[in-house]
């Protein structure tokens, strides 16, 4: 899409590695100056240095746990210190926890994944949507998982908390229409570091669950992603795409 973010500022949380990484790299390519957030601050500073000396562009790498509050203000607050705007947000970061029956997933579990993949988005699209909205418009893109809508037995907690992200979306295209577009993508099983530790036939019985016979690959996300940040969208808003290989 050459440079169609061209003069536009990027905030990616879970930045630093897998889908995050890959849109930050894309990002940057079409021209952006890039936030990476994580809670890992070197791997956050690695890429940025990546980002400026192949892309040329500024990146600014900030250390963040969207699961506290007062980290998200802390990021909104250093991203618009360095560029005084955010054209683009993208809400990537998220986790899971695994347990060995729902009964017992604990309290503090509970709240951590509705905090790294709710809560954390909510604060960081209020507080930045509402700044777009005031400048004259923006994208925030959230990063949903297939999970939303064909939750499994394992990971509950998280599919309540990315169906409560989609549900987002859709409230905060209505409160920052019409200049501010907020779109999802959900995503199928992509090979990123958590599929590290899938055993080779889990991989293999996740592909022949696709149309397409394969799990994503990290890079597979660029696409989309730069779809929804640039104008090449805008007329989508409050909308889901679903990027699972035609799950079925």
């Not at 390519?29 to 040329?56: H, M, N, P, W």
């Not at 360095?82 to 709240?111: C, H, I, K």
């Not at 987002?168 to 599929?195: E, K």
């Not at 660029?222 to 989508?236: H, R, T, W, Y």
């Amino acid at each position: 899409m050459g440079k169609s973010l061209s003069g536009k500022v990027a905030v990616v949380t879970g930045g630093s590695r897998g889908l995050g990484r890959e849109m930050v790299l894309a990002f940057a390519e079409a021209g952006a100056d890039v936030v990476i957030a994580s809670r890992k601050f070197d791997a956050c500073d690695a890429l940025a240095t990546e980002v400026r000396e192949q892309y040329g562009q500024k990146a600014l790498p900030v250390a963040c746990n969207v699961g506290v509050w007062e980290q998200c203000d802390e990021l909104v607050a250093a991203a618009y210190a360095e560029f005084g705007r955010v054209d683009v947000l993208v809400n990537n970061a998220g986790m899971s926890l695994l347990y060995p029956s729902l009964d017992q997933v604990t309290e503090a579990m509970f709240d951590k994944i509705i905090a790294t993949n709710l809560r954390g988005a909510f604060r960081l699209s209020a507080l930045i949507g509402a700044r777009m909205a005031a400048a004259g418009g923006g994208s925030i893109v959230n990063i949903s998982s297939m999970e939303a809508s064909h939750p499994e037995p394992m990971a509950v907690p998280y599919a309540a908390a990315k169906a409560g992200l989609e549900a987002l979306s859709g409230g905060l295209a209505q409160t920052y229409g019409p200049t501010v577009r907020v779109n999802t993508i959900r995503c199928g099983p992509f090979d990123t570091d958590i599929a590290k530790a899938w055993p080779p036939e889990m991989k293999d019985a996740l592909a022949q669950h696709t149309a397409l016979r394969r799990i994503g690959a990290p890079t597979d996300i660029v696409g989309a992603a730069l779809f929804f940040a640039s104008d090449a969208s805008a007329f989508a808003t409050g909308a889901i795409l679903a990027l699972d290989g035609g799950w079925r």
